[in-house]
Nanobody, 121 residues
Framework: QVQLVESGGGLVQAGGSLRLSCAAS????????MGWYRQGPGKQRELVAIITSGGITNYADSVKGRFTISRDNAKNTVNLQMNSLKPDDTAVYYC???????????????WGQGTQVTVSS
């Protein structure tokens, strides 16, 4: 199994910055895509940013130019640097990883427990 542990959430004023981190641990063969999703009050969970093991990234339009995702394959960590935060960014942020438990197995999706980000106006 794969365990994902997030850290770095908190309360920040609009225009401020936060950095989220996620570390993957457990017994797995490889992790392909890692990313961040969020779920705001009364909203569905949505993609924020993802990054492949090769460093290819994809961002939601709402965060382009403000958020940066990065990854350390050796440490199995993924980070999300969030700048110019807005009240609309308030949500629980979840780390996600697509991991294979064995070389011949299909990847499964794993989720962290979530970390709260609150942006005050």
């Amino acid at each position: 199994q794969v365990q994902l542990v997030e850290s770095g959430g908190g309360l920040v004023q609009a225009g401020g910055s936060l950095r989220l981190s996620c570390a993957a641990s457990g017994r797995f063969f490889s992790i392909s895509v890692m990313g961040w999703y969020r779920q705001g009050p009364g909203k569905q969970r949505e993609l924020v940013a993802i990054i492949t093991s090769g460093g290819i990234t994809n961002y939601a339009d709402s965060v382009k130019g403000r958020f940066t995702i990065s990854r350390d394959n050796a440490k199995n960590t993924v980070n999300l640097q969030m700048n110019s935060l807005k009240p609309d960014d308030t949500a629980v942020y979840y780390c996600n990883a697509n991991a294979k438990l064995g070389w011949a197995l299909s990847p499964d999706s794993y989720w962290g427990q979530g970390t709260q980000v609150t942006v005050s106006s």
